[in-house]
């Protein structure tokens, strides 16, 4: 029978680093934790769950906490924790928090608080006090991925720059009869996204000497019927049809690239279209988009929720809210304006 001696003689380290590495507990360089999981999968090695967990109290289970299942964004950061998560030894369990304020409750008060799970990762969530202090007081290391949270360590996008990187690309073209399909702030959930991602369209506007027109803006909720629906009555509108649109989610521009084509319109000949996030489908629409790098994010957070699993008491895990990076795709969705377009637009300038 294959023990840990064996892992340790194959991977050519102690049977220190083999219990380190396989358990969780303690640094061990990445390159190094690779290798004891290589040999460990050939010789057949398995770490015993039970056993493993009476002694380490721990039940190599990270919770995972998400507003909806249905997302592009969501799933993908969820892909990107549970590689890594993989890499690490611990299974992963999903908590979706799409239903109604009971079930929120009952997730952090009962399911998160019953030993199940070593720590939390929260998606997109904005945490109340009372639920990251739970946490808190039963020792769960807790990171948030989507926005800052008082008293947890977090990574976030800057929305703001995000968009206002997509509205300055289109702006470089020439474009100055620009439109946003934007989230509902009405509707918007947690950080305000809707409201930042605005805000930078705006910004970028304001910047280039363009005073924003409120009838540009239409509302969607980051799906592609949406987003059709918002670009349907943005380019059908009395008013001068813009020449570009810039979409808060990839999900919303590809509806609008396919309205664009219903109405007679050539994307980018006619319009120029940009979303933010490189979703899966971006390519197959040659969307030009600002990447945000979910699985990245995901594989970010659990980096650092394995760093305070490995601290006896966490305090080594600065609870500040650190950048992401995000980065300009230029495909074929967006062009230089029209010479008949930009005449135009000077005139009304």
Do not use: C
């Amino acid at each position: 029978m294959t023990g840990i001696d064996d892992v340790a003689k194959l991977a050519g380290v102690s049977t220190a680093t083999v219990s380190r590495a396989l358990s969780g507990r303690g640094h061990v360089a990445p390159a190094t934790r690779e290798k004891v999981a290589h040999a460990a999968s050939q010789l057949g090695y398995v770490v015993n769950a039970e056993a493993s967990s009476l002694a380490t109290g721990r039940t190599r289970n990270v919770g995972v906490v998400v507003p909806f299942l249905n997302r592009w964004f969501y799933t993908s950061v969820i892909e990107g924790a549970q590689r890594r998560l993989m890499q690490y030894g611990y299974d992963l369990t999903l908590y979706n928090l799409s239903g109604n304020e009971h079930e929120r409750a009952s997730v952090f008060e009962h399911f998160l608080l019953r030993k199940r799970v070593d720590a939390v990762l929260a998606v997109s969530l904005e945490l109340t006090a009372d639920e990251v202090d739970s946490l808190h007081a039963l020792g769960r290391p807790l990171v948030g991925v989507g926005g800052p949270i008082p008293g947890v360590p977090t990574f976030s996008i800057d929305d703001v720059a995000v968009t206002k990187l997509a509205t300055e690309h289109l702006l470089s073209l020439g474009h100055r009869v620009i439109g946003h399909i934007g989230g509902d702030v009405e509707r918007e959930l947690s950080f305000h996204l809707p409201t930042h991602r605005r805000a930078g369209y705006e910004l970028a506007l304001r910047d280039a000497g363009i005073e924003p027109d409120p009838e540009l803006y239409f509302p969607a909720v980051f799906t592609m019927e949406s987003g059709y629906q918002a670009a349907k009555q943005l380019l059908g509108g009395p008013r001068h049809r813009p020449t570009a649109i810039v979409a808060a989610s990839d999900e919303m521009a590809i509806g609008a690239i396919i309205a664009a084509r219903d109405m007679g319109l050539e994307v980018p000949r006619d319009l120029s279209v940009i979303g933010i996030d490189n979703h899966d489908l971006a390519p197959f629409f040659n969307l030009s988009t600002v990447d945000q790098h979910p699985e990245l994010q995901g594989e970010r957070a659990v980096e650092l929720l394995m760093k305070a699993l490995q601290q006896s008491n966490g305090d080594d895990v600065p609870a500040v809210d650190q950048p992401l990076p995000f980065d300009l795709i230029v495909r074929g969705s967006t062009a230089r304006v029209p010479l008949t377009a930009a005449a135009v637009d000077s005139a009304h300038g």
